[in-house]
């Protein structure tokens, strides 16, 4: 059931689409859940998604002018994702609003909580919180997941904003 949960669909090759598509393609690399132990579930999966893409829209912010389109269609796009994927996995037309609207509230709040730990708070704190949930983890792990998101947002800096809106984003390599 959770092969299919966030996988590749074929509707275009939109910038915004390649983007997201970068984003969740770095966040199912198997270290991020055999060694930094997220949880490989439902939830830990859409939440390795969310601060992907919450990389996405953090570099994309740094260029709001020109790129303020794009990263809304990159949310937009998220969010259709998320839509899709809750009703192949079963939930019902009823449901899926409800719980869509769930996970764009909690998104809104990640990006609250990863914006102040990466402006000089407690990114340890927020990723242990959001990234590992219930799940009682070691300091080692979640500081190297603060570390990766770190260096993450640093190598996203770095990129040319042409590139991004040609599509073209890259992560760092997750040793």
Same mark, same amino acid.
């Given at each position: 059931?959770?092969?299919?949960?966030?996988?590749?669909? @074929?509707?275009? %090759?939109?910038?915004?689409?390649?983007? *997201?598509?970068?984003?969740?393609?770095?966040?199912?690399?198997?270290?991020?859940?055999?060694?930094?132990?997220?949880?490989?579930?439902?939830?830990?999966? *859409?939440?390795?998604?969310?601060?992907?893409? *919450?990389?996405?829209?953090?570099?994309?912010?740094? @260029?709001?002018?020109?790129?303020?389109?794009?990263?809304?269609?990159?949310?937009d796009f998220m969010?259709?994702?998320?839509? %899709?994927?809750?009703?192949?996995?079963?939930?019902?037309?009823?449901?899926?609003?409800?719980?869509?609207?769930?996970?764009?509230?909690?998104?809104?709040?990640?990006?609250?909580?990863? @914006?102040?730990?990466?402006?000089?708070?407690?990114?340890?704190?927020?990723?242990?919180? %959001?990234?590992?949930?219930?799940?009682?983890?070691?300091?080692?792990?979640?500081?190297?997941?603060?570390? *990766?998101?770190?260096?993450?947002?640093?190598?996203?800096?770095g990129q040319p904003?042409?590139?991004?809106?040609?599509?073209?984003?890259?992560?760092?390599?997750?040793?």
């Amino acid at each position: 059931m959770l092969a299919g949960l966030f996988k590749r669909r @074929d509707t275009g %090759n939109t910038a915004a689409e390649s983007l *997201y598509l970068a984003a969740v393609e770095a966040a199912r690399r198997p270290v991020l859940f055999t060694e930094l132990g997220v949880p490989d579930t439902l939830d830990g999966r *859409y939440e390795m998604v969310a601060l992907h893409t *919450y990389l996405v829209l953090r570099r994309l912010k740094r @260029d709001h002018a020109a790129t303020a389109e794009l990263a809304q269609a990159v949310f937009d796009f998220m969010f259709v994702d998320f839509d %899709n994927t809750l009703r192949e996995l079963g939930v019902g037309d009823l449901g899926v609003g409800r719980r869509v609207k769930q996970m764009a509230t909690g998104f809104y709040g990640r990006i609250a909580a990863y @914006d102040a730990g990466m402006e000089g708070g407690d990114l340890v704190e927020a990723l242990r919180r %959001n990234a590992y949930g219930t799940v009682t983890i070691g300091e080692g792990p979640v500081a190297r997941l603060a570390s *990766y998101v770190k260096e993450a947002d640093q190598a996203l800096a770095g990129q040319p904003t042409g590139d991004l809106a040609a599509g073209r984003v890259s992560f760092p390599p997750l040793a």
